[in-house]
Nanobody, 123 residues
Framework: QMQLVESGGGSVQAGGSLKLSCAAS????????MGWFRQAPGKEREFVAASSKNGGSSYYADSVKGRFTCSRDNAKKVVYLQMITLKPEDTAVYYCAATQDYSIVDGKHYGYWGQGTQVTVSS
């Protein structure tokens, strides 16, 4: 059983940066693709980014490409989401999630989820 705990959220002004962390507990972290999703008020949850099992590849939603970087440290069992040049439309609760499925964009394929961390970007 994997448990995920996000941290690092907060409030920043547009153009600012935040780095989210997601710490995992449980076995075989390295066997999971780790994803980040977000959900803004009144909107559906959306895919943000994902890291392959060994961290060698990362995948991003078009809306965050060039601004967000997803990385992981398998020895520490942590996945990160570095966010720069934040925009008000990035405001959402951010969730990390784990999957062994290669359909990484659809949250239905993720079996483990964190509780979320709030990111608020003011203009």
């Amino acid at each position: 059983q994997m448990q995920l705990v996000e941290s690092g959220g907060g409030s920043v002004q547009a153009g600012g940066s935040l780095k989210l962390s997601c710490a995992a507990s449980g076995p075989a972290f390295e066997n999971y693709i780790m994803g980040w999703f977000r959900q803004a008020p009144g909107k559906e949850r959306e895919f943000v980014a994902a890291s392959s099992k060994n961290g060698g590849s990362s995948y991003y939603a078009d809306s965050v490409k060039g601004r967000f970087t997803c990385s992981r440290d398998n020895a520490k069992k942590v996945v990160y989401l570095q966010m720069i040049t934040l925009k008000p439309e990035d405001t959402a609760v951010y969730y990390c999630a784990a999957t062994q499925d290669y359909s990484i964009v659809d949250g239905k394929h993720y079996g483990y989820w964190g509780q979320g961390t709030q990111v608020t970007v003011s203009s």
